[in-house]
């Protein structure tokens, strides 16, 4: 699955964005999706995912409660509605399509088989 990230760009603290994930194929293979950051010299670390047999969104702490992640099913689009935005937030934003990864796994990048080339979201204070 070849997957499109897009929706970053500059906002201020407090804006919001809204990131897409479009994915290349059907996605019926897939059993979860997930949104990583990675900020200027830090980690990639995970921020939301999604486990697409049933269940709500999981969110890293930093973001729950301002951050939604959905997926339109008809058009194979993810989203994340970001909210309430910080210059913390500030980082490249991946989309990843997990094909073999295991519940217990969705919040490891490791488990993820393919991924979005990411787009920039840059918050000023």
């Known amino acids: 699955v070849q997957l499109q990230a897009s929706g970053g760009g500059l906002a201020q603290a407090g804006g919001s964005l809204r990131l897409s994930c479009s994915a290349s194929?059907?996605?019926?293979?897939?059993?979860?999706m997930a949104w990583f950051r990675q900020a200027p010299g830090k980690e990639r670390e995970f921020v939301a995912a999604l486990w697409l047999g049933g269940g709500n969104p999981r969110y890293t702490d930093s973001v729950r409660g301002r951050f939604t992640l959905s997926r339109d099913r008809a058009s194979n689009t993810m989203y994340l509605q970001m909210n309430n935005l910080n210059p913390e937030d500030t980082a490249v934003y991946y989309c990843?399509?997990?094909?073999?990864?295991?519940?217990?796994?969705?919040?490891?990048?490791?488990?993820?088989?393919?991924w979005g080339q990411g787009t920039q979201v840059t918050v000023s204070s």
């Open positions: 990843a399509a997990g094909r073999t990864i295991i519940l217990s796994q969705i919040t490891n990048q490791n488990a993820y088989n393919d």
């Open positions: 194929a059907r996605t019926y293979n897939t059993r979860a």
